[in-house]
């Protein structure tokens, strides 16, 4: 490690007045770049929770090598506008540091181009806000332009931070979209697999008359969970006793249960947000086809996380997935917004039952490919 320190602007921390917590998915992605580093310093938004070691959070207290730079808490870009002088006079006290992380879209991200100068610095592109606000069919046009419009400046400065820094993008269109603005970056697929959410089993077969579909990730407009939703209604029509569990939290929720009592439709389970590692491997384990009808991604890893554990997957042909995976051969796709495609590919798996297995083997087979400890090194070993 030769004595490296890192600055990671990346994550939101809880604070319960003894230790701060994070989410598994980021926990377990700090779990892998401590090895690479003396000293990491988290710069934060630190929300103040005093439930925080009941919430599936983990403690990041056993990391010794980590400090914590606290940023104001918010809930949005927009909040996060107003400590815009809090941040400026917090990276103006930044110095020594072998290595700079921003992880766009984060707020702010791009002052380490002005204040950090001399470290060998990272922005990692995990997502694009603009292309999801403007794909996003529930918003208005007014909505969509007003979005775009008051996030293109924040945008164009993470555009300027990437000259002279290494960039990463989590999937390929995400690369070739900065391309096109000059900016050379590197497309990843992102995953948080480690060897024991690899599960796969042989004997397994889908009840055709009772297929149990599976959604996990947030609830928001932007993630399709209506167009799922749709389907199932569809499927419903054929198979009464098929059944749908949607995992995840956001603003749409509420939206969704009241969309699923007005069609009264039954065998449908929101279970909330489940973070622990474990207790998700089993749900999906338990269940036979992930439904994924998202409109704007990266490198979704809930799609590597339904394939390492031996179930099957239909989806929108979304960020690097095209790219990653062969429609027929290890995954279904979908187009978007279509409720009709989702059913139909649906209803294959379920008539099929050699395409069925061929294509969660297949899936399962590329995926072993794609783990934590490959992407983290692609990233931080050598920076």
């Known amino acids: 490690m030769n004595n490296k320190s890192i600055l990671i602007h990346a994550w939101s921390i809880h604070y319960d007045g003894l230790s701060h917590y994070l989410p598994y998915t980021h926990w377990v992605y700090l779990n892998e770049i401590v090895n690479y580093y003396n000293k990491v310093s988290l710069l934060s938004p630190v929300i103040s929770n005093s439930n925080a070691s009941k919430e599936s959070l983990v403690s990041i207290k056993d990391f010794h090598n980590v400090s914590v730079v606290p940023l104001p808490a918010s809930t949005s870009y927009v909040n996060t506008i107003k400590h815009f002088l809090s941040y400026l006079k917090i990276y103006r006290r930044l110095t020594n540091y072998h290595t700079a992380y921003a992880r766009y879209p984060v707020p702010f991200g791009w002052l380490q181009k002005l204040f950090l100068k001399d470290s060998n610095r990272i922005i990692h592109f995990v997502g694009d806000p603009i292309d999801a606000a403007k794909n996003n069919p529930n918003f208005s046009v007014l909505k969509k332009t007003l979005l775009t419009t008051f996030f293109r400046p924040e945008h164009s400065m993470y555009l300027w931070a990437c000259k002279g820094a290494k960039v990463y993008t989590n999937g390929y269109h995400l690369a070739e979209r900065l391309e096109k603005q000059g900016i050379s970056a590197i497309p990843l697929i992102s995953s948080t697999l480690n060897e024991d959410d690899f599960f796969f089993n042989d004997n397994k077969v889908i009840d055709s008359q009772k297929p149990k579909l599976l959604y996990l990730g947030y609830l928001r407009k932007a993630k399709g969970v209506e ?157």
Do not use: W
């Open 227 to 383: 167009t799922v939703i749709n389907a199932y209604k569809k499927l419903k029509e054929k198979c009464p006793n098929a059944s749908l569990t949607i995992v995840g939290s956001g603003e749409f929720e509420v939206q969704l249960k009241k969309i699923v009592s007005d069609y009264k439709l039954t065998n449908v389970r929101f279970l909330g947000h489940v973070d622990n590692r474990l207790k998700l491997n089993e749900i999906i384990r338990d269940h036979d086809i992930f439904c994924f009808a998202s409109l704007s991604e990266g490198s979704p890893r809930v799609i590597l996380e339904a394939m390492a554990n031996g179930i099957n997957v239909v989806s929108t042909p979304v960020g690097s997935l095209p790219r990653v995976f062969k429609d027929d051969v290890e995954i279904l796709f979908a187009d978007f917004n279509d409720e009709n495609q989702f059913f139909e590919k649906i209803s294959r798996l379920l008539n099929d039952r050699e395409l069925t297995n061929s294509l969660r083997l297949n899936a399962f087979n590329k995926v072993k490919n794609f783990t934590i400890e490959s992407f983290i090194k692609k990233i931080f070993y050598e920076a």
